[in-house]
């Protein structure tokens, strides 16, 4: 029964990752998480909570598009929600998407977005782990310039037994027009070294490199560079951040900030 559920599981992933790569993206103007997924997920039947936050004191000062939200100044987050439905598979919900605050609009909502994850049962267990995430949100215009917009989130990664972990997420984007070539390449990529059961440090990128089939200029892709602390504990986990933006497509400087625990227990 196991194993026909993991084939069944793995059709579905094939064509829900077909029907979102036959599609591009345009430009990502904002986002409300800053993270590297790294195949965790929440046990089987229990709730979780995690709230995004993140502020860019230094930042783009134009929108990307008209009537889109600017960077500069800008203070963005989520509340994910998450439920662990088996070992292999979490469904997740962003509810609400929001800016506190933004030049010239003040705060807003910006939609929501429902996830769903499979991974390699209890990744932290295994030196090599790996996963999809597939995103389908709703937004306002001033959030994205399309109303409809995905992701999908390929997830590898290894616990290496020196306590460093290398995750790397090669995201795709897309907003349902075009072709094909137009996909947007997101990527995400994770150093980190685990000083003990509580705390790590770590050397976070996350970049745009543009459509896949004609990357921007280098001037003009999006690529930041992050110090990044994560905090274990039972009642709470705290991952914080500094980015600082290598490119001229880039944000000088953002921070972030996130707080998870579990709702309930099994």
């Excluded at 600017?70 to 509810?95: C, K, R």
């Excluded at 990529?189 to 996350?206: C, F, G, I, K, M």
């Excluded at 602390?229 to 986990?237: C, E």
Aim: aromatic residues 14%.
């Amino acid at each position: 029964m196991e194993f026909r559920s993991k084939r069944k599981c793995a059709r579905s992933c094939s064509a829900l990752l077909f029907v979102l790569l036959a599609v591009p993206v345009a430009a990502v103007a904002q986002t409300d998480e800053i993270q590297v997924y790294d195949a965790e997920i929440a046990s089987r039947g229990v709730f979780n909570l995690e709230i995004h936050t993140n502020f860019t004191p230094i930042g783009r000062k134009t929108a990307d598009y008209l009537g889109g939200i600017i960077p500069n100044h800008s203070v963005n987050g989520a509340a994910e929600w998450a439920y662990g439905v088996t070992d292999w598979f979490e469904q997740g919900l962003y509810m609400p998407v929001w800016s506190p605050y933004s030049e010239g609009r003040g705060g807003s909502l910006n939609g929501f977005k429902i996830r769903e994850l499979f991974v390699r049962p209890h990744a932290k267990d295994h030196e090599f782990f790996y996963g999809v995430n597939f995103e389908f949100s709703v937004n306002y215009h001033y959030w994205e310039p399309k109303r409809f917009t995905s992701e999908v989130r390929p997830i590898v990664g290894l616990h290496l037994p020196n306590k460093v972990d290398f995750i790397f997420n090669p995201i795709v984007d897309t907003n349902y027009t075009g072709g094909f070539g137009n996909l947007e390449f997101v990527p995400a990529t994770r150093v980190a070294y685990n000083l003990n059961d509580s705390w790590a440090v770590a050397a976070e990128e996350y970049s745009d490199f543009g459509p896949l089939s004609h990357f921007r200029p280098v001037s003009d892709q999006f690529h930041e560079v992050w110090a990044v602390v994560d905090h274990t504990s039972k009642t709470v986990n705290i991952e914080a951040g500094v980015g600082v933006g290598v490119t001229g497509g880039a944000d000088r400087l953002t921070l972030k900030l996130m707080f998870s625990r579990d709702l309930n227990s099994k």
